[in-house]
């Protein structure tokens, strides 16, 4: 039987047709089956594995069923919460328990992700971002799947606009952001917008006077020559990271740019704290004769 079907998980219809009468009393308690979903069995009696609560899901959904939303989003090697199964079919939905199914027509294009049918990156972060109620949680899946090179913010709203039915999060998510990357750049521009600092430049690269590059800052006061990174511990774990920060930070500093480093847990638990930190490296930068950097544009 484990070889007619998919990791263990198979069909009440599917065991009858081989000649099992009566799966569901082998999936009373201290039998050596149990029962996964309507109609879907698991050939053990042991904890399922997430691979086979997936095909499980995927069984009752039906032929046709994709994957879709935060599930697909992990396939994609996105970080999104939740522990539902949500997944498209091209007819009649039937969901039970965490499994949320949904029709859709016309089915979008799916393709193998990590053994399963799934939906592209963007699709599955747009309907991932229908399930959340966090602002910041779909912040920060938004953020992830485009540094993370899974999206870009063009795919993501173009997803938005034609499956319009709750995505109202997203769409906000996406504006709010414009070019910022991250829940705590977000933050930053309006830490910045509240305190009346001059506008800076985000994320553009600084080079010397020679056209050396020297650094992409967070956050750019260019009237001072004033650097604002947003320095995340998550991104300093690893040897090779701590050794990027400190040569920055090396250039930084030959090159007479003051900089302010902020952690985003700073940023968002003790802003006024940060606001004066800010207030007062600006006023130092300004005080002092503005080194000869300039911003430069991508080529």
Known sequence: MRERSDLGVITASTLKSLGVANPWRRCEPGGPWQRMHPGVVLLHNGP??????????????????????????????????????HVLVPGRAVGSGALITERASPMPPFADVDGFPAVSASRAVVDACRQLRSADAATALVAAAIQRGRCTPESLAAEARTNRYGTKLVRTVLKELGRAESVAERDAR????????????????????????????????????????????????GVRDYERTLARNSRYAAAGILVVQTLPARLRDKPEAVARELRKAHAAAAARPRPLVRIVEPT
Do not use: M
């Open 48 to 85: 399922p594995t997430r691979d086979q609560q997936v095909a499980a899901a995927l069984l009752r959904a039906g032929p046709g069923a994709v994957l879709t939303g935060a599930e697909a989003c992990r396939r994609h090697g996105l970080p999104a919460s939740g522990t539902e199964i």
């Open 190 to 237: 309006r830490l910045s917008r509240r305190i009346r600092l001059t506008t800076p430049h985000w994320n553009v690269t600084i080079a010397d006077s020679d056209g050396l590059i020297i650094a992409r800052p967070d956050a750019w006061f260019d009237d001072v020559g004033l650097a604002w990174e947003i320095d995340s511990k998550a991104f300093h774990y």
